[in-house]
């Protein structure tokens, strides 16, 4: 399943606007007493959106596994660390792309085992449809809101149980 989101469904948010979140994986709403969060790479080369990016995440009860920063580190961190959703600038430092990088982590995988989601400032539509050729579960165009991506990864650990 392919989500290309640029807002979740309608209903009030934690601040009374704009779209309610679904709960966040882990948290007692959507976990079991047994279900462990989902573990979540980030590879992201700016090193500001990286922290922020993690600190959001953890906030939203799930387990940053690792930050890459290169196509090859995010794939060797794929293949140590095993997550199950990885967060991906398409834009990396290096020679090779985020979409190159995701494409060998889901190969590396074994399959679809990695759930990949774009985080992107490029939204042309031969972008998009890279990422979707690799298998990109969603695609968030940067600046995004908070909500969006907690909406976002709420949906995907959803569907990884």
Known sequence: MYLGVSSPAAGPNRDGRGPAPPPAAGSSETAGEDE?????????DE???????????????????????????????????????????????GQRDGISAAEEMTSAAGGPGIAIVFLTANSDPATRTRAAAVGARA??????????????????AAGTN
Not at 36 to 44: D, G, H, N, S, T
Not at 73 to 88: F, G, H, M, Q
Not at 141 to 155: C, I, N, S
């Open 47 to 93: 090193g500001l959106v990286a922290a922020t990016l993690e600190a959001m995440i953890e906030g939203f009860g799930y387990v940053v596994v690792g930050i890459a920063d290169t196509a090859a580190e995010a794939v060797d961190l794929a293949r140590s660390t095993r997550p199950d959703i990885a967060l991906v600038d398409i834009r990396l430092r």
């Open 36 to 44: 462990a969060p989902r573990r979540v790479l980030i590879v992201e």
């Open 139 to 156: 695609f968030l165009t940067k600046p995004f809101h908070p909500d969006e991506l907690e909406a976002t990864l709420a949906v995907i």
